[in-house]
């Protein structure tokens, strides 16, 4: 396991605010009320409290803390699905095909059943569409981002866009 140095720095913006907030938060600051009589001075009472820059202190520490810890929780969550494409490729078909209907749906369904890979001659054999509406709606995936299509000698190639989200 790598360890960014961005995360590296996150991790040591936690520590030290985790310390700084204990360290006030169990060493409030002491004070003093002292009468000076006759050039003596005499403590006459003393106490712990929590100054106003205490308080600003704690605030400020609580909201790193939480903020880095925010960050060290769901960026791990983040980068551990962008690390299995399988998995996301998976959610982005089922979203596709959530979103298709009718025979644009059936098409990119074909796509899929066949491994993500396909002759458009076989797609117009398997779905019994002409050749020229199986053309019409391929282009119409392709304009949305779903497939590409590729050359391949008389006929073409048509394959899931493993790189969907990022399509205009």
């Known amino acids: 396991m790598r360890i960014s140095l961005k995360d590296l720095a996150v991790s040591i913006l936690l520590l030290i605010s985790s310390f700084i907030l204990v360290n006030k938060l169990l060493n409030p600051t002491p004070i003093q009320i002292i009468v000076s009589s006759e050039g003596q001075p005499i403590v ?34 983040l980068e551990g699905k962008a690390l299995n494409p399988s998995n996301s490729i998976e959610s982005d078909i089922k979203f596709a ?46 304009s949305k981002g779903l497939i590409i299509k590729r050359r391949y000698g008389m006929t073409n190639k048509i394959e899931i866009n493993r790189e969907m989200r990022t399509a205009k």
Do not use: H, W
């Open 44 to 77: 006459v009472r003393e106490f712990v409290t929590y100054t106003l820059i205490d308080v600003i202190v704690v605030v400020a520490s609580t909201i790193i803390v939480c903020m880095t810890s925010f960050y060290i929780l769901f960026s791990t969550r």
């Open 97 to 142: 095909l959530r979103l298709l209907e009718g025979d644009q749906k059936k098409i990119f369904l074909l796509i899929v059943e066949s491994g993500g890979s396909i002759l458009q001659s076989e797609i117009v054999e398997k779905s019994g569409f002409s050749n020229a509406k199986v053309t019409r709606i391929l282009s119409e995936l392709e």
